[in-house]
């Protein structure tokens, strides 16, 4: 890895410690890698007080700890709590003007993203938040061509809890006797009829797949979610809200061949972890001839992809352990930002050149100052 440093601003803790302390969930949700990033950094031998030498700065700002009783984050206030933090580093350090921020980057992992909503209209109609315009955003979304995706964005797996996960492996003489498994909604409450949810993905998967024999899904949540997934051969992760969700990474840790339904996903590292010979990928438009896709892949083809799913060093680049260790999802993001210094001298505003981002866009309630 290249010598990299990074400078973490110290923040008021209503922009996270205070934030998290209100609602311990935010720990161990999908989205927390917010939080654990964060941690990880104030003890990364890449950290340093010296903002003078800082290749990078990074703003630790919780935006998903304000839960509702299902453990949802208010994606309402997130882009007024990004927006005051912005608005608090540019104010009481020098850094952020120099730059517009374009030497910050900020970890957004939510559904779309910097465009901070679940539901993609929505998402698309705001935007990335103008602020985060020259930053480099950190995030799980990825999607060509979307809205919410800018180039030079770092993709990255979602948190999964790792002492989960090692408590729920079976022996790898285990027989994979399911053919595909699925445990997840397919419709949404609001649409029930499965044309919005999932862009009607999950609902015509389940109207035509529901009764194969081959096809294990259910909308349960067992408690042995993870042990039958190490009993399948595929496991089924198609996009619902979003493209992105923990499934993935669930697949690939435990074996399982992912049966990925999401056009034109970007997955985590993909430029670092060889996705195209552990996965299958499987069109939208074509997901009513799922079963033919799946029963034409080779023995030779599955045995191939469950070589590649076996390799230790691809599922510790995965996932985010308490004690972090070199090639593990915390050091694949540092490698991923190392790659991108040393910055141009040319992001770098002259003296008296005004500000090139827009500090009024946005919605009214983006500019009211964050407190708890």
Known sequence: MKRMKVYVYDMP????????QRDMRCLMHMFSIEIHMHLFLLSSSVRTLNPEEADWFYTPVYTNCDLTSFGLPFVKYMPRMMYSAINHISTHWPYWNRTDGADHFFVVPHDFGACFHYHEREAIARGILPLL??????????????????????????YVSYKRILSHILPSSTPRS?????????????????????????????????????????????????EEMQRSIFCLCPLGWAP?????????????????????????FSNMLPWDDMVVFVREKEVDKLEEVLTSITIEEVRRKQRTLSDPAIKKALLYP???????????????????VPHSSSMYRRPGQASTLNWTAGSSTDFIPWEI
């Open 13 to 20: 803790g209503k922009f996270n410690k205070r934030v998290a």
């Open 133 to 158: 315009e020259r930053a480099t955003l950190v995030q799980t979304f990825g999607q060509l061509n979307h809205t919410c995706f800018k180039e030079g964005s770092i993709v990255i797996p979602p």
């Open 178 to 226: 399911t053919f595909l498994y699925f445990r997840g909604a397919f419709y949404d409450v609001d649409g029930p009829q499965g044309d919005y949810y999932a862009r009607g993905v999950r609902a015509t998967i389940w109207e035509k797949y529901r009764n194969h024999s081959l096809f294990d899904m259910s909308s349960d949540h067992p408690t042995t979610y993870y």
């Open 244 to 268: 992105w969700s923990p499934r993935i990474v669930e697949a690939v840790v435990f074996g399982c061949i992912p049966v990925i339904i999401a056009d034109d996903i970007v997955l985590p």
């Open 322 to 340: 308490r004690k972090s260790a070199p090639g593990d999802g915390f050091h694949q993001v540092l490698l991923a930002l190392s790659e991108k």
